[in-house]
């Protein structure tokens, strides 16, 4: 339990790189995680020589830890193989639609999870490079993936540089509820936020973005509604043109 407690993300890396038998080892050992019917719903395309993250590196808006790291992992929901087995086994896959793309999304975070908790088991560090569904179909080209395949998390890994900053959570509280889910009083949701919003670093965010408050910081700078409704929109073409919707 330690190590979920005091688990840090990496975003600085040493040179040295990771061996491919160990990302193998971690990949392979992640396959064990729990699937929709096991059905396996997912592949990764691993980055690891510098012109592959260099081409990247702009579509996660030229985030350090992608050229910085070892190897860049991208975890995709693929429908592909699947529904290719089923056509070549005489029946129909049934998958073009937006629930498969559900249980595929769910089967590669999944994944991806296990992928991180071994990885930093094994002495990696990792980050997850919350990019991935801002550009989707760049990254699905730069990485040729056919239809019925969407990027839908990236982790970098690799030999951590430094210990990784603390981040704050919010309490059991917050998240965990008993039986139903209760109704909440606006002072209930401020006392629920109370802590992260006295986090020192988080005051600084305050202050050097010029707002009132911590939520504002995240609903006007960080993601803005604008923001969300472009790249909600570009998302849903790519799921049009890969045959999900």
């Known amino acids: 339990m330690e190590y979920f407690s005091n688990r840090r993300t990496i975003r600085n890396y040493k040179p040295e790189k990771v061996s491919d038998s160990l990302i193998d080892s971690i990949i392979e050992s992640a396959a064990k995680a729990p699937t929709c019917g096991n059905m396996q719903l997912y592949s990764v395309v691993v980055t690891k020589d510098d012109a592959g993250k260099k081409a990247l590196a702009p579509l996660h808006f030229n985030q350090p830890m992608i050229e910085g790291c070892s190897h860049v992992l991208t975890i995709c929901a693929d429908y592909n193989r699947f529904a290719r087995w089923c056509e070549v086994s005489h029946t129909d896959p049934g998958c073009d639609n937006i629930l498969s793309f559900i249980n595929a999304m769910t089967d590669?975070?999944?994944?991806?999870?296990?992928?991180?908790?071994?990885?930093?088991?094994?002495?990696?560090?990792?980050?997850?490079?919350?990019?991935?569904?801002?550009?989707?179909?760049?990254?699905?080209?730069?990485?040729?993936?056919?239809?019925?395949?969407i990027p839908v998390a990236c982790v970098t890994v690799g030999y951590p540089?430094?210990?990784?900053?603390?981040?704050?959570?919010?309490?059991?509280?917050?998240?965990?509820?008993?039986?139903?889910?209760?109704?909440?009083?606006?002072?209930?949701?401020?006392?629920?936020?109370?802590?992260?919003?006295?986090?020192?670093?988080?005051?600084?965010?305050?202050?050097?973005?010029?707002?009132?408050?911590?939520?504002?910081?995240?609903?006007?700078?960080r993601y803005p509604r604008a923001m969300n409704e472009e790249f909600s929109a570009s998302f849903i073409e790519f799921l049009k043109k890969q045959r999900f919707l």
């Open 108 to 149: 590669a975070v999944i994944f991806a999870q296990q992928i991180v908790t071994i990885a930093e088991m094994n002495g990696l560090g990792t980050c997850y490079l919350g990019t991935v569904s801002y550009n989707a179909a760049q990254i699905a080209e730069a990485l040729r993936l056919p239809e019925m395949v």
């Open 161 to 221: 540089d430094d210990k990784g900053e603390e981040t704050e959570r919010l309490g059991l509280d917050a998240i965990r509820f008993d039986g139903t889910y209760p109704e909440l009083t606006d002072d209930d949701i401020r006392d629920l936020y109370r802590e992260k919003e006295a986090y020192e670093p988080n005051k600084k965010y305050v202050e050097e973005n010029g707002k009132d408050n911590l939520a504002q910081v995240f609903a006007e700078v």
